[in-house]
Each structure stands twice: as structure tokens, then as C-alpha cells.
């Protein structure tokens, strides 16, 4: 089944419950940073900033963020784990490739049981694979679990992405959820969601901050590459 079918498809499922305000988007807000390599007008620094001071993400010993550096599996099992304290969903499982004395395998398997991150075949998670973006949306999607939520059918506002066709199949139905979350911040083009391409560290924070404003654990910020608030941006007519 083609990405095109399957998100119609899974677009099907969210029917519209409410009404959505329009949202004005604004110039991005800016923050000091504790982080040398952050500048304070860099389009995630409010979010970085947000998240040291929560204690949900740190630097490395040189003092540095390094914003652009991709995000792990096991990386991304520890922010996680930081953020959200989510109930168990499933069992704990050993894999094969995360032993006990392993430096994230506690946060690893905190993650696979709140339904995060799951493993691949023969029990293996490949801890230090980066994380591509369609999986940060989707994993927030899944550990979250917040469809009894869901206020609009998203399948049609995926296609104004100029790559949606790349969009994994198996990822559509977690990304629209991302989607009607305001999960999914496209930096530098709204319209661009690089599913495929590794998150980086400015990235997976930016969108964990969503996940915190999703759940009412935050503030929301408003930020123009944020996809959803370009979809409602006023006078904007919808998809």
C-alpha cells in the first residue's frame, strides 16, 4: 500500500471532534543559554534552554550542547526517561546487544516499557543507531498515548509537505498523531519533514518540548517551523 493510501486511510480514524482556534505564529522566542555552541537566537535555544534547566538534557563535559549532533536510540531512551513518567504498557524484555552494565540499558528498557521504543527482530536494539525523525514523532506518539485527544483529521495536511511520499508506511498513523500534537518542528522549511534524516540534538529537544506542552507539563511556544501552526496560521485556507 503506497504512503498516499495508507495516510488517507489512517486519516479515516480521526474524525473531527472540536474546533481548532486559528493560531497566529510568531518570530521565534529567544533565550539565554547555559551552552556556548547555542546562541540565543538559534531557532531551538529556547527549547535547549527549557530542558537543562528541567534537567532533561545536559552538556557534555566541554560545556558544549553540539545542537547538530545526531540523537541515539539509547540517547533518546534516557531524554525520555527524564521527561515522562508514564506507566507500563509491557514487560520488560533482555536484548541481546544492551547488557546489564550497559551505560542507558535502565533507561532502554524504562523506555521499551511505557511503550516508547520497541526492539527489532531476535531481540536486539541497536542502542547506538541514530534516531531518524519520523521514529522521535512516532515513539512520543506511541509512549504518550493521548488519541483519545485527537481533534482533527491530519491525513490532508501531510501532502502539503513537499516530501511526504518519503514518509515510511508504517510511520503514518503515529505521525499524524505527531502532527495533531504539534510534535513535528521542520527547521529551516515548514514544509520539509526530512522523516529519514537523523534528529539531531536541537531537534529531539524542541520536539520533547512539545510533548511536555502536549501534556500540560509546559508552556507553549510559538515558533514558526512548528507544522501545525503553520497549517492554522490565520487567513491560511485549510488543506
Request: proline share 8%; charged share 15%.
Amino acid at each position: 500500500m503506497s504512503i498516499s493510501s495508507q495516510l488517507s486511510k489512517t486519516a479515516g480514524r480521526f474524525m473531527l471532534l472540536g474546533t481548532l482556534a486559528a493560531l497566529f505564529v510568531q518570530s521565534p522566542v529567544q533565550a539565554k543559554t547555559t551552552f556556548p555552541d547555542v546562541r540565543p537566537d538559534d531557532w531551538a535555544s529556547v527549547y535547549i534552554q527549557a530542558l537543562a534547566e528541567r534537567g532533561i538534557i545536559q552538556g557534555f563535559p566541554d560545556g558544549s550542547f553540539r545542537p547538530n549532533d545526531p540523537v541515539t536510540r539509547a540517547q533518546f531512551a534516557v531524554m525520555i526517561g527524564k521527561a515522562f513518567n508514564r506507566g507500563f504498557v509491557r514487560s520488560a524484555i533482555p536484548f541481546k546487544d544492551v547488557p546489564n552494565n550497559y551505560w542507558a540499558a535502565s533507561a532502554i528498557q524504562k523506555a521499551y516499557t511505557a511503550g516508547f521504543l520497541s526492539g527489532y527482530p531476535e531481540s536486539v536494539f541497536m542502542a547506538d543507531q541514530p534516531m531518524p525523525r519520523v521514529q522521535v514523532f512516532v515513539a512520543l506518539a506511541s509512549g504518550l498515548r493521548l488519541s483519545n485527544r485527537i481533534v482533527g483529521s491530519y491525513g490532508a495536511y501531510v501532502f502539503t509537505l513537499k516530501d511526504y511520499q518519503s514518509i515510511p508506511d508504517y510511520a503514518a498513523s503515529g505521525l499524524l498523531e505527531a502532527l495533531s500534537y504539534r510534535f513535528c518542528i521542520n527547521y529551516p522549511d515548514v514544509h520539509v519533514l526530512n522523516p529519514n534524516r537523523a534528529s539531531t540534538r536541537a531537534e529531539v529537544a524542541a520536539s520533547i518540548y512539545q510533548a511536555l506542552v502536549a501534556t500540560g507539563q509546559a508552556p507553549a511556544i510559538p515558533s514558526p517551523y512548528i507544522f501545525e501552526d503553520f497549517l492554522y496560521e490565520p487567513g491560511r485556507p485549510k488543506p
